[in-house]
């Protein structure tokens, strides 16, 4: 299937590893030129060089923090046209909400839900103007699947999926389509991180923790970086011009619902 991207300016934050790293990979692998923004520079480098090996790809990367005004302002700046963005944050620990102060709460929603939304404002007008734009945002299945232990995840990425169902409805009449994917588990650094963060003295350890719940999916494992980025870059292409404003669920059937 053509995907008819070749050619595309694509910008993807957090794109230097795991989950944002495959996305960056699946689109070069089109033909798109990517730039990718992370804050270590040292990572970029060598994740702009692994992607340009593998795929002959035009790759930039720009060190920046996507939390702030600079850092935004010094993406676009690498960036300023995009035709495809890639909103992708880390989360938040696991913790019990009682110990959360109001300033946890208030840097949930400044890790989590603004930057997406204040990236969409930069570039989707000009999406629009050009008649074609993606905009994806890598989000958590923990906005249908609540964990009390990630009730900050909760929180604030419930916030950023609240927001874009509105936006996207006023977008895709000028080519500019909008959508969330929702990563289950998956074998990333920041999966190991979060089970890190939930073991408990006396009980299994995080190895153990990974493995019992890799086996406790209905696909009995996780999930692979690169599967994620195969949809991500389906989501870009030209054939996903009529999906938008979805959530889509990418967590090898742990989802209980049937809808």
């Known amino acids: 299937m053509d995907l008819g991207i070749r050619g595309r300016r694509a910008l993807l934050t957090g794109g230097s ?9 699946a689109v070069a692998a089109e033909g798109a030129e990517v730039t990718i923004a992370a804050r270590d520079a040292a990572q970029l480098e060598k994740t702009a060089q692994e992607i340009r090996a593998e795929t002959g790809a035009t790759v930039h990367w ?12 010094k993406i676009l700046e690498a960036c300023p046209a995009p035709d495809i963005l890639l909103n992708n944050a880390g989360g938040m620990l696991p913790g019990d909400f ?8 208030i840097a949930a929603v400044d890790l989590m839900m603004l930057p997406p939304i ?9 999406m629009m103007d050009r008649g074609w734009g993606r905009i994806v945002n890598i989000v958590s299945r923990s ?6 232990e990630l009730g900050l995840s909760n929180g604030a990425r419930s916030g950023l999926v609240g927001f874009t169902a509105g936006l996207a409805r006023q977008t895709i009449a000028r080519g500019v389509t909008i959508n969330n994917l929702l990563p289950g588990p998956f ?5 190991r991180e979060h089970i890190e963060g939930m073991v408990e003295p006396g009980g299994p350890t995080a190895d153990e923790l990974h493995a019992q719940r890799a086996a406790g999916n209905p696909a ?9 980025g195969a949809y991500f870059a389906f989501l870009c292409s030209q054939n996903a011009g009529f999906v938008t404003g979805q959530n889509l669920l990418v967590d090898g ?3 209980p619902g049937t809808y």
Do not use: F, H
């Open 187 to 191: 074998d990333t650094n920041a999966q």
């Open 220 to 228: 009995g494992r996780m999930g692979r970086p690169e599967e994620l």
């Open 17 to 25: 590893r795991g989950m944002g790293r495959a996305c960056a990979m």
């Open 98 to 105: 009682r110990d959360w102060s109001r300033e946890d709460w």
């Open 143 to 148: 906005v249908k699947i609540p964990q009390l």
């Open 253 to 255: 059937g742990s989802y």
């Open 62 to 73: 720009v060190s920046a923090d996507v939390t702030t005004e600079d850092g935004r302002a």
């Open 118 to 126: 204040l990236m969409m404002r930069e570039v989707v007008d000009g």
